[in-house]
């Protein structure tokens, strides 16, 4: 920015660059050792006067009204203004904290009551989990993000990746831990859910809370038309996840996905996608479970109002094929939900869940459950859930789950 | 017939170039847009992410503003963090080298304007949904404005030399406009100095501080937070102690508390414009503070506010 710096401040700087130069090592080099120092104690000296003059004409400038020219010196604020400090110089930040990532941390508290009906259902009270981000860009062509969770009694990366975003070909690659782009809920983190807990699809086919996820390389590009949005992802990944597990260095577990989404009005959009994963399981050797998806998510948030309404519709279809040294198993299961925003700091759920097991599909689990959650601000959001689940063995469960999501930190973006 | 092959070919090498030479900028609100606008004229095609009637702090990160930056040559953003919840995943997702943050085609508007309310001290969520770097909502300052359009004029300038005169000659234009316009809305607004206003958001900061409007409260708790019961009553006894006649809201907003607040106290709750493109007819900068101008100018008179 051309003007984007003040006279006063320029002058301070060419002061601060003469200092330094007339202090170059060669000049010196040349005075005698004492000398020297004396010099270098009347520089500091004048240094600090030099500094001392220039915030007094800063002061100054500042009684005298607003400066003639644009500044980046931060400007009086208003008497008027609680919260916010009377005027004054906001020191630098010292550089090594302007480096700093982008730090956030979100606790998820979840409570439970009620019969459980499987074993790993939730427990009474727990800090679910406490998700630490470290967000910052690496240099001009990559950024990274690091999600670290902490369970009980163990932490792990959960997403772990750099993203190049401009690679050639219109390409965006992310290297290191992610969860794969396989459906919806599968890429979303727990705090970012509509829900307490994950689908019954999830937790059967999709390999649960942990969900499809692992070490590998993301490779996907748009593909521009006038029509829709058209995004393809091809991902190669280790192959060891909850639902692959690849005995040898080369049975490696691969996942594409294609979305499609469009606008319909300004304030409502669909978004269609299709999923592919393919990997060795944990039957041995030469054995494999191929998962194919598909989502559909219809959004209504209407532009002029939308911090108070908003709608989402979403299903998503998942059949397993898993190959099994007696058998092949073939389950299927899905989801539907919607969400409701009526009012700014509340919305309404429901979630419908259907699914068989990949190792039994005789075996199927149905449930139901209901939401209200409350948002006091963007950053704490308060859930309670009514889940009714009838489990493949006849057993059912009766359960209420509440939930406190509460964030600190960076302030992320929403998510979409 | 391989003439007439030729001669498409030629109309459509011709037919292209001026297109290709004109510059792809998209801004992140109507209000850039229509700076840019005034600057960049023919030589330009400008979009604008957010409508002008949203809440700029909360527009979503669709798919369809990822289309919309794919092939821009330059991304010109409010800055002070307004966009934060949305603009840095609709970059990245672009693909587009030209316009990441850093690049030459990416601007920031914010650099060289008058910024208020920058919080000095701890800066806490406490305070609510507070801009540690300033009150983003600068453009509300005809200043401010002429500021932005001579920051997109440096930058179209630096981006094609050749359109140098041009732009220079377009920004003169816009400023002397501005000028005089600015001449009308200062008589407008003269003999109100002074007068005492409620907000709803803290996006009047800049227009308040321009026109002499001192705010003395605001319909939010604290920026970001919905009003609750014991602040709106708070609120109320203090605009019936000093008087005040004028609330402002943003467009964006639910009008019940704000009206709420009129029966109780005899204020006119006021629809201002914070962007162009807020109503269809505002389609440029200008008009923008025209409408909000004369809309206040006529409730003052209406409620004899002093």
Known sequence: MRAGVSRPRSRSRVFLFSTLLMSAPGLVRAQSPDAGSDVAALRAELLALQQQVAALAARIEALQGPPPEPTLAPEPAPPAAPGTAPATAAAPMPSSKVFNPDIAVVGDFIGAIGEPGAPDSEPSLELHEAEVSFQAVVDPYARADFFIAFGDGEAEVEEGFVTFPTLPGGFLAKVGKTRDVFGKVNAIHNHALSFADRPLVTKNLTGGEEGLSDYGITLSRLFPNPFVFLEASGQVYRGRSEVFDGTSRGDLAYVAHLRAYRDLTESTNVDLGGSFAYGGNDSGPGFHTRLVGADATLRWRPLRRAIYNRFLARTELVWSRREEPAAVHDAFGFYVSGEYQFARRFYLGARYDFSERATDPSLTDQGGSALLTFWPSEWNQIRGQYRYTRYGEGQTASEFLFQLLFSIGAHGAHPF | ?306
Not at chain 2, 267 to 272: F, Q
Request: charged share 25%; proline share 6%.
């Open chain 2, 1 to 306: 017939m391989k003439r007439h092959v030729l001669l498409a070919l030629g109309a459509l090498l011709l037919g292209l170039s001026p297109a290709a030479a004109a510059i792809n900028v998209v801004t992140t609100t109507e209000d850039l847009a229509a700076l840019t606008r005034e600057v960049g004229g023919e030589k330009v095609k400008v979009e604008a992410l957010a409508r002008g009637y949203q809440d700029p702090h909360f527009v979503e990160a669709k798919p369809s503003l990822v289309s919309k930056l794919i092939s821009a040559d330059l991304l010109i953003a409010v800055g002070r963090e307004l966009e934060i919840g949305w603009l840095d995943p609709l970059v990245r997702q672009s693909r587009n080298a030209k316009i990441q943050p850093g690049a030459s085609g990416y601007l920031d508007a914010s650099l060289n304007v008058k910024i208020l309310e920058i919080p000095t001290g701890q800066v806490t969520r406490a305070m609510g949904d507070v801009h540690p770097q300033g009150n983003p909502h600068y453009w509300l300052d005809p200043d401010n404005g002429r500021k932005v359009a001579a920051s997109v004029r440096d930058k179209l300038k630096a981006m094609s030399a050749a359109e140098a005169a041009y732009f220079d000659a377009r920004f003169d234009d816009f400023d002397k406009r501005l000028g005089e316009a600015q001449k009308r809305w200062d008589a407008a607004m003269a003999p109100y100095k002074g007068l005492k206003v409620v907000t709803y958001h803290r996006s009047w900061a800049n227009f308040c501080d321009r026109f002499g409007l001192d705010v003395i409260g605001y319909v939010e708790p604290r920026p970001g937070i919905p009003p609750s019961p014991r602040h709106t009553i708070d609120l109320i006894a203090e605009m019936k102690r000093q008087n005040v006649k004028i609330l402002i809201v943003e467009p964006y907003f639910d009008l019940k508390t704000p009206q709420s607040i009129g029966r109780e106290t005899g204020a006119k709750v006021l629809v201002l414009l914070p962007s162009v493109g807020g109503e269809k007819e505002i389609t440029d900068y200008i008009k923008l503070f025209d409408y909000d101008v004369n809309l206040l100018v006529s409730a003052i008179k209406e409620t004899g506010a002093r």
